[in-house]
């Protein structure tokens, strides 16, 4: 009886929210965006999958079951079957939930669907999930998978975003070479094209088939593969996790996966050679607030430098970030998702200021400085990295000609409001990660959703309003509006608020 109640509750609701979805969908997927940014977007999909072994993995035991399991004389394979094969059925079916989203997009406001191509659409995303599944084991359960897949990261990453611009600006040869590059367009080629005359997506579709086929029958040969000690390493990352998350704690549960990752011997390296350079050195105090400041920025001129590959990665998502405001300045939601990506890169860069924060009193006994002081000072090295890596963009895209609307106006405001958008990603930062015990009280007491407003509005709050400063004056200049001075100074007085807001701040770990 429960489940009966359950089952027709959810189909009334599904009833109810169909229409809601189906046209708000609508206004974003359509066969012209599949065909621009499927092929990517599936790409990066693949690709994080395999980041996903990298941490945790489809196969992951307990602490106690490591101990026992796999201590004993028991054949890993079979150890190994079960988990394997439920992870790769939750594979295909969250594949086939995704290409569900897709369809109700792909047939709201009206249009006209192809049955057989929406199934096809189905079958090929559920194929897709279990590619990643099988990728995903291969990188947790083989230390030279998952070697390949860090080398290989940015040359992947690179590939993706040359198959989106190529999509958006070379027209149906475009469009084809990304469909047909691989696996990642193979999958989305049926939602391409809502046309039931053309049937080149069949083919797609069967190579989809065969290249899962393929994943799974290497995949479950290996399935007797892996290291106790890599299963021992995710058992302890997932049961730190699982702790952190409880406590609502998400700077320790990165921190958890981080280590996970780097297999606890980077880290350890990474400090005892860091300790070497420093033994010999005499630290001093600065002597003045000015000299506090040149110091953090010389600290975070100093990680870049050891770290290059963060920076790689951070100027890579806000070039992404520009070319998707600056190629769809016609559409809100190519400049709200560009104006995101660069928010992310920005936040990317903030590490040093979270390792500060980690530890508060750092500021007072080395620098002491004020902490706002401080923490405004750790934004001006992410700044240029991201204003420079904007403006390369645009003029790279201005001397192609794929500028929408054709002049550099909408450029110069990514540029300018780069700073603003990286003291955004500075004040979610200074949070610490943790949500405070007051947002928490006024979730569960005063919020009618049971928290879940209250929550949310607390973690999107300066990712939107980073999106809003970007998103305001771009658009207020694609539409040549009279009132266009007044967005621009809206969007910089806030941007100034966020600045000020970062200058006053006296204790990193409120609000």
């Not at 999958?49 to 101990?67: E, T």
């Not at 897949?149 to 990304?178: C, D, K, M, N, Q």
């Not at 607390?458 to 009279?482: G, T, Y």
Request: with cysteine.
């Amino acid at each position: 009886m429960t489940i009966y109640s359950a089952v027709v509750a959810l189909a009334i609701l599904g009833v109810l929210l169909y229409g809601t979805a189906s046209s708000a969908l609508a206004q974003v997927v359509g066969a012209g965006a599949v065909a621009r940014w499927g092929p990517s977007l599936m790409m990066l999909a693949f690709l994080a999958a395999g980041y996903w072994g990298a941490v945790q993995g489809p196969v992951v035991f307990s602490p106690a079951d490591v101990a026992v399991l796999l201590g004993a004389p028991l054949p890993r394979s079979e150890l190994v079957a079960r988990p394997l094969r439920r992870s790769l059925v939750l594979g295909g079916l969250a594949g086939a939930l995704a290409a569900g989203v897709l369809i109700v997009g792909l047939t709201g406001a009206g249009r006209h669907a192809d049955a057989v191509r929406m199934l096809g659409l189905g079958i090929a995303l559920g194929l897709a999930g279990v590619i990643c599944v099988a990728f995903a084991w291969l990188v947790s359960s083989r230390a030279g998978v998952e070697r390949a897949l860090r080398v290989w990261s940015w040359p992947v990453a690179a590939l993706a975003g040359a198959l989106a611009i190529g999509a958006a600006s070379g027209g149906r040869v475009g469009r084809a070479v990304a469909l047909w590059s691989g696996p990642w367009g193979w999958a989305v080629q049926p939602g391409a094209g809502l046309g039931a005359g053309h049937r080149g997506w069949i083919g797609g579709v069967g190579a989809v088939a065969v290249f899962a086929a393929l994943s799974v029958a290497v995949a479950w040969r290996r399935r007797g593969d892996g290291a106790t000690e890599r299963f021992a390493q995710r058992a302890e990352g997932r049961a730190h996790l699982q702790a952190s998350m409880m406590a609502l704690d998400a700077r320790t549960s990165r921190r958890s996966l981080a280590e996970v990752a780097s297999g606890g011997a980077a880290g350890a390296a990474l400090a005892g050679s860091g300790a070497r350079r420093l033994s010999g050195l005499a630290v001093r105090r600065p002597r003045s607030r000015r000299g506090a400041e040149l110091a953090v920025l010389w600290r975070g001129v100093v990680s870049a430098a050891g770290r290059p590959q963060r920076v790689g990665l951070a100027c890579g998502l806000a070039a992404g970030g520009a070319a998707l405001v600056l190629i769809d300045v016609k559409r809100p939601v190519g400049v709200i998702v560009g104006a995101l990506l660069i928010y992310g890169a920005a936040a990317w860069l903030l590490e040093p200021m979270r390792i500060e924060l980690d530890v508060p009193s750092r500021t007072s006994v080395f620098l002491g400085a004020r902490p706002g002081r401080v923490l405004l000072a750790h934004t001006v090295f992410p700044s240029f990295v991201i204003g420079g890596s904007l403006a390369v963009c645009a003029v790279a895209l201005a001397l192609a000609g794929q500028l929408g609307g054709g002049d550099l106006t909408a450029a110069i405001v990514l540029v300018v409001t780069a700073p603003a958008v990286t003291c955004c990603a500075a004040m979610s930062a200074r949070r610490g990660g943790r949500l405070p015990e007051d947002v928490l009280i006024a979730a569960v007491t005063s919020d009618p959703s049971g928290g879940g407003v209250v929550l949310t509005a607390w973690l999107a709050l300066w990712p939107a309003v980073a999106a809003a400063i970007v998103f305001v004056p771009v658009r207020a200049i694609h539409v040549r509006s009279a009132a266009l001075g007044v967005l621009v100074s809206a969007a910089f007085g806030v941007a100034a608020a966020v600045v000020a807001g970062i200058a006053v701040s006296r204790d990193p770990r409120d609000g």
